[in-house]
């Protein structure tokens, strides 16, 4: 009897979790009409919700919310490239970049 109480509890989790995805994901284009001064913005917004979208898929439905520190420790480093790649990105969309500079 004690198993399916916690089925309905994961269903229940599993519930939540999807509608937060999906509240996410209409943040996200609602967040697109919102003009702000720069596309830089509004990029660095919607990686900001992506996140943290990114953050609910992996711990729960990846189950990376019970797992070990060696797997924190991956997730953290794969979080980094991924910040670090954006922050390039990002940076290449202003007109003052290197990659913008006059070539000789």
């Excluded at 519930?15 to 830089?40: C, D, H, Q, W, Y």
């Excluded at 979080?79 to 970049?97: E, G, N, R």
Aim: net charge positive; no cysteine.
């Amino acid at each position: 009897m004690s198993d399916t109480h916690d089925v309905k509890k994961d269903i229940k989790k599993y519930i939540i979790i999807f509608v937060a995805l999906l509240v996410g994901t209409v943040i996200t284009v609602l967040a697109n009409e919102i003009k702000f001064n720069s596309v830089a913005m509004t990029v660095t917004l919607a990686l900001f919700i992506a996140t943290i979208k990114a953050f609910l898929v992996a711990g729960y439905f990846m189950h990376l919310m019970s797992e070990r520190k060696m797997i924190y420790g991956i997730l953290l480093a794969t979080a980094f490239f991924f910040a670090s790649l954006m922050f390039l990105t990002i940076w290449s969309l202003q007109p003052d970049s290197l990659i913008h500079l006059p070539h000789k």
